[in-house]
């Protein structure tokens, strides 16, 4: 131990002294990997004997230059979220409440500032000096992006004027000027690289960039919105003061930021910032509400998420006006036939708009749309385009009605509208392109057979240029047809090939999961993998078989009925039996299941999109803790496990009294 601990403080000085060296002087002595190779010595030796948080570390300090993306730390204090609030109504009931929790019958003195849309991160301080940069992460621990932070001219790497308490964390946001995002996919168009979807993107993009370049070339910006101590004196008794401070040690916070005493200043407020978002250079989501004071700060306290003394007053998503050009129908992969309005581009908060989807017929009906019509436009969640409703109707009198086509666009195949959902599906089949190619970005993609390389741009080529008709035929590519492709190289198709014959080794849940059968996801191949076990069973069971399975309904039991007897799924699939080592699934559970256990017996569906665990990882959990993960709601549900973007199971679940669980954090121990 004694001799680690030497060995410990010799390479902290040696690492220091080249620092020095290389920061300060500008003239290092020893390369990069020489550098890298003392760094990673040390961090493993603090590693074997717990001194991996020593503030004076140069593994903890800027001049440790960050390779590896993946550099995990925690925060001191957890980076909290913050509620939302969309309305009046509900921005009073926060307003009472913590009125009502701290006993006030007089109005409350808020601090107002802009909710900038952009990415959180964490500065400590140490002493007056930045010695670490992470980012949010799960809010307990984020990635350290020290080496690009000290780039932002807006972070300083030491802090002026008096009163800095020795060791804090400095809150605020990322963020790049809209104009400079604009700019930036310009540049990206003319050199044809990858576009920009918006500005927090790029932010996020370039924050964990591996070279930090280019977060100098991108310009972003770091606003501060508040600090925590950790050691040493702060005598600051309310929010305000706190963020004067922060701009007198050379941070910058935004200037728009007030006081208000009560309801009526705050909605003043956020009316007159609603209107000048739109003038602003940068996004603003919404504003947030602090309370100003400290003392009552503290009083109230933290739930797990958030604090209850602040709250974001989120805006309406922002409208543009703009023309219907044209209207376009796509294809989807079960043939479904999708109308979209293609218009003149607007930007909205940052993001090109030139396409919105109108969904289906009806939806065309119902807005009265035709072209050359303008139309209200905003993203949905800020996010999803939409047709609110329509401004001016072309009153030119040509034809300019939208007319469903009765063939589809892509196979002249006919349209027929099926009679369960009311939509339009393309009658070709396997021998529609579009349908053809969209089934096989789908059978190769990561949750099926997983073949990396072979990405829908590949797939596209491969059957443009007939090579591939079906899955099958994908297995028996040959290196040099691969090669005659644009681009690819002798060395990328051998790793294609190489992938594709791992692929050959399946389990049978991916193989059900890659037909992609109407409302079979991984949950129900899965099911259907373990009940039956051979793909064999599951092609001759009919409609009553399947439904002998716990948790999958007679929809879906006729949906996986139709497509098996379907004759030309029938020989889709022959084929590709010749091709596939299909093998069982394994039975996650931990072997015997105890009554102790977390979900002994209960029924479980999962709904939703969760970032901590992917499906199959979240089933292998649940089984593992006695769970058994069923596909569709109905009364023996015991619970229901939510992620993001929900679907309707959550309301149909919420509709029976069952009960549901959204934060997972604690299955991941
Ligand atoms: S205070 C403990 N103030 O909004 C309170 N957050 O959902 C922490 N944000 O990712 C947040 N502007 O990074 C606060 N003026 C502001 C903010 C702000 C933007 C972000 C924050 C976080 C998200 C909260």
């Known amino acids: 131990m004694g001799s680690v601990k030497n060995k410990i403080i010799k390479l902290r000085k040696k690492i220091l002294y080249h620092n020095y060296l290389y920061y300060k002087l500008d003239s290092p002595v020893i390369s990069d990997e020489k550098y890298d190779f003392l760094m990673k010595n040390l961090q493993i030796l603090e590693k074997k004997i717990n001194l991996m948080f020593n503030i004076n570390s140069p593994t903890q300090r800027v001049g440790f230059n960050i390779r590896n993306s993946d550099n995990i730390f925690f925060h001191l204090t957890p980076m909290l979220s913050l509620d939302n609030v969309f309305n009046m109504d509900d921005y009073l009931k926060f307003e009472n409440k913590v009125k009502n929790f701290l006993n006030l019958v007089d109005k409350i003195e808020l601090c107002c500032e802009f909710k900038i849309d952009g990415l959180a991160l964490n500065l400590i301080y140490k002493k007056g000096k930045l010695i670490k940069a992470v980012t949010r ?359 294609i090939l190489k992938f594709i014959n791992k692929a050959r080794s399946v389990s049978l849940s991916k193989v059900i999961y890659g037909f992609g059968i109407h409302e079979v996801g991984l949950v129900t191949a899965m099911l259907l993998s373990k009940y039956f076990k051979y793909l064999h069973k599951i092609i001759d069971a009919n409609v009553s078989d399947f439904l002998k399975i716990d948790g999958l309904g007679p929809v879906v039991a006729k949906n996986i009925f139709n497509f098996f007897h379907d004759q030309s799924n029938r020989k889709l699939f022959y084929s590709l039996l010749q091709e596939l080592n299909i093998h069982t699934d394994k039975n996650y559970g931990m072997g015997s299941v105890s009554k102790n256990m977390l979900f002994f017996n209960k029924k479980i569906v999962i709904t939703g999109v969760f970032h901590e665990l992917n499906r199959i990882e979240l089933i292998k959990k649940i089984e593992s803790l006695g769970g058994i993960v069923v596909n569709s709601i109905s009364k023996k549900v015991n619970l229901i496990i939510f992620g993001k973007n929900p679907g309707v199971k959550l309301i149909q679940a919420k509709n029976l009294g069952i009960e549901s669980i959204h934060n997972i954090k604690f299955l991941l121990n």
């Open 137 to 495: 992460g799960d809010g307990e621990k984020g990635e350290d992006v020290t080496s690009n932070a000290i780039k932002i001219k807006t972070i300083p790497l030491n802090l002026n004027g008096s009163n800095i308490p020795d060791l804090m964390e400095i809150r605020g946001e990322v963020f790049i000027k809209n104009s400079d995002f604009i700019k930036l996919n310009n540049e990206s168009v003319i050199k044809k690289e990858k576009i920009f979807s918006n500005a927090r993107n790029v932010a996020s993009g370039s924050l964990r960039h591996n070279n930090s370049e280019i977060v100098i070339k991108r310009k972003l910006i770091f606003y501060a919105y508040g600090y925590n101590v950790i050691q040493g004196k702060d005598c600051i008794s309310n929010h305000y003061d706190k963020l004067q401070n922060l701009k007198r040690w050379g941070l910058s916070i935004d200037s728009h930021t007030v006081l208000c005493n009560g309801v009526k200043e705050v909605l003043s407020y956020y009316h007159k910032i609603e209107k000048k978002r739109l003038l602003l250079d940068f996004n603003i989501d919404g504003i947030v509400v602090k309370i100003n004071s400290i003392h009552f700060q503290k009083i109230l306290g933290n739930t797990s998420r958030s604090p209850r003394w602040a709250i974001a007053f989120k805006f309406q998503s922002i409208k543009k006006v703009t023309k219907v050009l044209y209207v376009d129908f796509q294809v989807g992969r079960t043939g479904m036939i999708t109308p979209v309005a293609r218009l003149e581009p607007v930007e909205i908060s940052g993001v090109q708009i030139s396409n919105v989807s109108l969904y289906s017929k009806k939806e065309i009906s119902r807005i009265g749309l035709s072209v050359g019509d303008y139309v209200t436009i905003c993203r949905s969640g800020d996010v999803i385009p939409k047709i609110i409703n329509i401004v001016t109707k072309n009153i030119d009198k040509t034809n300019n009605r939208i007319s469903f086509p009765k063939v589809c666009p892509i196979c002249m195949y006919e349209i027929i509208q099926k009679k369960k959902d009311g939509h339009f599906y393309c009658s070709g089949g396997f021998n529609c392109i579009a349908q053809r190619k969209k089934s096989l970005h789908h059978f190769f993609s990561k949750k099926a057979l997983n073949v990396k390389g072979l990405g829908p741009k590949l797939i596209n080529c491969l059957v443009d240029n007939n090579y591939i008709k079906n899955p099958a035929d994908v297995f028996k590519l040959k290196i040099n047809e691969l090669i005659l492709l644009n681009n690819i190289s002798i060395k990328s198709a051998e790793k």
